[in-house]
């Protein structure tokens, strides 16, 4: 019996270990959504500075969570939400209501797939 622990006592720290993320991935993603979810309720209604002050807080949120998102997530995908953000970014600036709307959805879903990644479900593990 005594042989058995150690390789079960490691199982169990990688099990807590990625239940733990998990529920780190969905909690930052779940922020960074509602944060996104403002920029377009500021840009609908035409508040272009409040909408392109809030896309840089959700921005600055963002990047200072990079290095553990590239740890523990696929880098495809946290470049593609990285590429989301700063295209988000110039239609704001540009003032394009339609495209930034439809940049910051895609964006919003991309924070999605990146916690659905991460989390601990069947499909993930199969």
């Known amino acids: 019996m005594k042989r ?3 390789p079960l006592a490691v ?3 990688i099990l807590a270990l990625s239940l733990w993320n998990a529920r780190v991935m969905e909690g930052q993603t779940a922020r960074l959504r509602s944060q996104l979810l403002q920029v377009q309720t500021l840009a ?12 840089a807080d959700s921005y600055a949120d963002w990047s200072s969570r990079q ?7 696929e880098h495809d995908a946290v470049d593609d939400a990285e590429a989301m953000y700063q295209r988000a970014r110039a239609f704001a600036a540009a003032r394009e209501a339609a495209e930034l ?5 895609d964006l919003r879903d991309q924070l999605r797939l990146l916690s659905e990644m991460e989390a601990c479900s069947i499909r993930n593990i199969l």
């Open 67 to 73: 290095t553990y998102l590239h740890i523990v997530t």
């Open 44 to 55: 609908a209604a035409e508040d272009w500075q409040g909408a392109e002050n809030a896309l």
């Open 11 to 13: 199982l169990a720290a």
């Open 4 to 6: 058995f622990f150690p």
């Open 101 to 105: 709307q439809a940049e910051i959805t």
